[in-house]
């Protein structure tokens, strides 16, 4: 009862870690990433699907994006949904390829890109808390059914206290790495 329980807690905690790691991914360091387009979604004959899955993706330089559509036609499609976006990048067509330069960061831009990691972080940390008081609940509602001991109910919650512990720590480390990565000029 006591394992089950605990594998669910740190189920649920990883899954939120790897949820903070995915908006990570989304903030802009100042350097060219395919991941910087997941969240732009482009009208597709019909269907909205992201900017991968109509065109392909390349980073030529460190400052430089490039896509090239599979359909010629979808060029000023993607070039607008890129241009509603919240990136702040304008891109520039060739015909052939769409490029999208990546301006470097201003101070100014750089601290509100920390501010949304740190936001994201603590959405993180709230998600573990949240995975630590439902295993916390199973425990005591397992005590209540009489299934565990009190001693038992004391132990399973020292050992979520140490999966919260554990969890909270790596999202303050990714937090770190993260906030480093955007600072860095």
Do not use: C
Request: glycine residues 4%; positive net charge.
């Amino acid at each position: 009862m006591i394992k089950k329980v605990l594998e669910d807690a740190k189920v649920q905690m990883r899954d939120a870690e790897t949820a903070m790691t995915r908006e990570f991914a989304k903030v802009r360091t100042g350097k060219a990433t395919a991941s910087l387009l997941d969240n732009i979604k482009v009208d597709y004959y019909g269907s909205m699907v992201p900017i991968s899955q109509a065109a392909n993706i390349g980073v030529p330089e460190p400052r430089m994006l490039t896509i090239q559509p599979w359909d010629k036609n979808m060029m000023s499609a993607i070039e607008r949904a890129i241009l509603q976006s919240d990136l702040g990048i304008t891109p520039s067509n060739d015909g052939n390829f769409i490029r999208l330069p990546i301006p470097a960061l201003t101070e100014e831009r750089r601290r509100n890109l920390v501010k949304i990691v740190h936001k994201s972080a603590e959405e993180g940390r709230v998600s573990v808390r949240g995975a630590r008081r439902d295993a916390i609940q199973k425990l005591k509602a397992a005590k209540k059914k009489s299934d565990i001991t009190e001693d038992d109910l004391h132990r399973g919650q020292d050992d979520v206290q140490e999966l919260t512990d554990a969890s909270t720590k790596n999202i303050d480390k990714l937090m770190k790495q993260k906030e480093k990565e955007i600072m860095e000029v």
